[in-house]
């Protein structure tokens, strides 16, 4: 499978910034390790802190992939361009992000995104994402 996973703003500080949160490794550390726990299949990376880069992105390769994973970050809570984007597109995506967002302040429980993404997984930590893989997986 291709899967192709996004990162959205402020997730390039992973490790450095609110560590109580987040916890204390970049993603580029995670990413490492997801490359070796599935290497069969190809797992392309993207982040970007600007929504327009992030449509771009999904439409670029929305259609040439089997899968996104999309932690849209603040944009969850914020961009029905983000959403419209997602459902212009082929590949099932599923949502993803760190920190549990129905525990935290009210505005992020709302997500735009949701009823665009085939599912979403939220408050597993990084493991979200291998999480999101998993469950891609049998998507197929």
Known sequence: MKILIINGPNLNLL???QTDIYGNRSFEEY??????????????????NCEGAIIDRL????????????NAGAYTHTSIAIADAVRSISAPVVEVHISNVN??????????LAEACCGSIVGFGLDSYRLAIEAVERLK
Not at 59 to 70: Q, R
Not at 103 to 109: F, H, K, L, N, S
């Open 15 to 17: 490790g450095k910034r």
């Open 31 to 48: 990413l490492d390790g997801l490359y070796k726990q599935y290497p069969q299949h190809q797992i392309d990376y993207f982040q970007s």
């Open 59 to 70: 439409h670029a390769d929305g259609f040439g992939v089997d899968a996104i994973v999309l």
């Open 103 to 112: 525990a935290r302040e009210d505005y992020r429980r709302v997500s735009y």
